[in-house]
């Protein structure tokens, strides 16, 4: 997974509690995350976008800007220092995006260190802004937006901003496919009334991010040439018209999931931002612009929010919507399954550290309000999750269960285990052959009828694995066939399940077979015949041969395997010398022989 560094100054100047280096590192183990240790991080300012690279210490510089593309071998000039830092490195938690920033992050410790119980909030008033959806868009349907005002930048918030955009694409937008986030100077846009639409490859031109204005490129080319258009050409290449996002003076603002325009970038001097979030599912989207515009608010409290109304033909509604979720939890539930001593105070206790809004009803359970930017809240099991971590998994007294057991192989593992060391002590290979066949190789292939007692896969990848073997012989003979240029005589053998449809509850069963095959200019049946008897005798079997009619095998060299154990019979398989038929159809040009017993049968002496 990727690995974020986390400023350490701007996430402790965030919160009251200040924990040791180390004890900070505990604090987010324990928060499930996973803490690679702290670092000092060089970084490096890109000329033409304003982009911030981070290396450690031992890396050597950027070669490419990982923004807008710039070349800093063939334009060194682009590139320049632009300090160090230490931060605290941590491997991203994908279920947990809202903790992608320090803003976000602090959030969540705030709220872990009982600084505040309170569930946060984000007051927003509506804006004038409002963009028009139009058609054509089926490749990206759903967009939201948001305004934020008066939100001071410096390097570091650049930074941090640019980052959990990031950061964001891979976690919630699956690398830009199902979501991709627009940041934009909010005073470089015109007007109020944006329009979402899209355009034909060669239809308008714009300078795209790192370029200068006087620079026209159209979608076409930003697709085939720039360096985002190459790394995100896939999403939309396939399509006629290509979405894009114009402001009421019809500049263009970004070639959508692409990249944004120069003339709307944002620099240090921003103070107002639009933020727009476009996609294919529309709760993905509204959760990552919820993420990215609440952390916004975190980096400056004095930030704030506004809405956006968005017209999709006759419908009209207003992003971003922080409404809490409303989830309902028994607290005896969470206790029980987590087996620790909590009440329903505790467990109420245990939600509101982790950042939920708790409200006891009178049945006796807790209405949660989750917050908007959490977006890994699914069911109940996700708030015990979240008591759980509260609690600390460390805190955890490990007991034993009362009732022990202890485990031991099956005994028809244990007789397949001794029928394995029979047959290779009698010089046969073990092979494994695929439990998926057809019905050519399993019937015709061996001269016998087809019948309707095997399992038919319903949806097959291919002509060759249409059901589910009812014989071990089909791939004893193929193994043989495809090993004809290996020297003589050839013994193998295989222990596997077949499958038989049966009137049982789920229509079919597995049985258990022990199938051997050898060819050779010697092999014949009175070789085979004694490898069985051998075979049977470890198993406290005496061998008696019934004359059998299978067409597998050649008239008079074919039989049915019985075993004699006291005064009892059991009908074990059959073995015999195959068919010149069926031997010419796998190409093997020397006599074979071959047995397919029941296991479980011989197995259960």
Known sequence: MPVIGIPVDLLLERVKTQPG????????????????????????????????????????PPVVCDRCGTDFKSSPEQLS????????????????????????????????????????GYPSKASEYVVTVEEGLEQRPYIACAV?????????????????????????????????????????????????????????????????????????RVLKEHTKGTAYARLIQNHPRYPILLDEGQQVMALIPIINSESTKVSKNSTNFFIDVTGLEERIVNKTLNTIVTSMLELDPGAGLETVKIASGPNAHNTPDLTPQPA???????????????????VSECLRRMGHEVHERPDGNLDVKVPAYRNDILHEVDLIEDVAIAYGYHNIVPTLVPTLTVGAEQPLEIA??????????????????L????????????????????????????????????????????????????ELPQRIFEVGNISLLDESETGASEHRRLAAAAIGPRVDFAGMRATCEALLREFGYRLETRASLDPVF????????????????????????????????????????????????????
């Open 21 to 60: 280096r180390q004890e900070l590192v505990e604090h987010l183990q324990h928060l499930g995350c996973d803490v690679e240790g702290y670092a000092t991080m060089r970084r490096f300012a890109c000329g033409r976008c304003g982009n911030l690279m981070e290396i450690t210490e031992t890396e050597n």
């Open 81 to 120: 220092a632009a300090g160090e830092k230490d931060v605290v490195r941590m491997e991203l938690l994908a279920v947990r995006p809202d903790m992608f920033d320090p803003g976000g992050l602090a959030r969540t410790l705030r709220n872990y260190f009982k600084e505040t119980l309170d569930s946060p």
């Open 328 to 346: 309902i939890l028994n607290p005896k539930t969470a206790a029980s399954r987590l087996g620790v001593p909590l009440d329903r105070d505790g």
């Open 148 to 220: 934020v005002r008066n939100l001071k930048l410096d390097d570091d918030k650049i930074r941090v901003i640019m980052k959990l955009q990031e950061n964001l694409h891979w976690a919630l937008g699956r690398d830009r496919k199902r979501a991709s986030i627009g940041v934009y100077d909010l005073d470089t846009l015109q007007g109020k009334q944006f329009r979402y639409t899209s355009v034909g490859p060669e239809e308008i031109e714009f300078a795209p991010l790192g370029y200068s204005a006087g620079e026209k490129w159209t979608p076409a």
């Open 416 to 433: 397949a285990q001794a029928a394995r060391a029979s047959l290779t002590g009698l010089g046969y290979l073990e092979v494994l052959t």
């Open 435 to 486: 439990i998926l066949s057809n019905e050519a190789a399993q019937y015709d292939f061996l001269g016998r009828p087809r019948q309707n007692k095997h399992v038919v896969i319903q949806l097959p990848i291919s002509q060759d694995q249409t059901m589910v073997r009812v014989s071990l012989l089909p791939g004893l003979l193929d193994t043989l066939s495809v090993n004809t240029d290996h």
């Open 554 to 605: 050649l008239p008079g060299r074919g039989a049915e395997v019985w075993g004699h154990r006291g005064e009892q019979a059991v009908h074990l398989g059959l073995l015999g010398e195959i068919h010149p038929q069926w031997l010419e159809h796998y190409g093997l040009g020397h006599p074979a022989a071959a047995f397919e017993l029941d296991f479980a049968a011989l197995g259960s002496c």
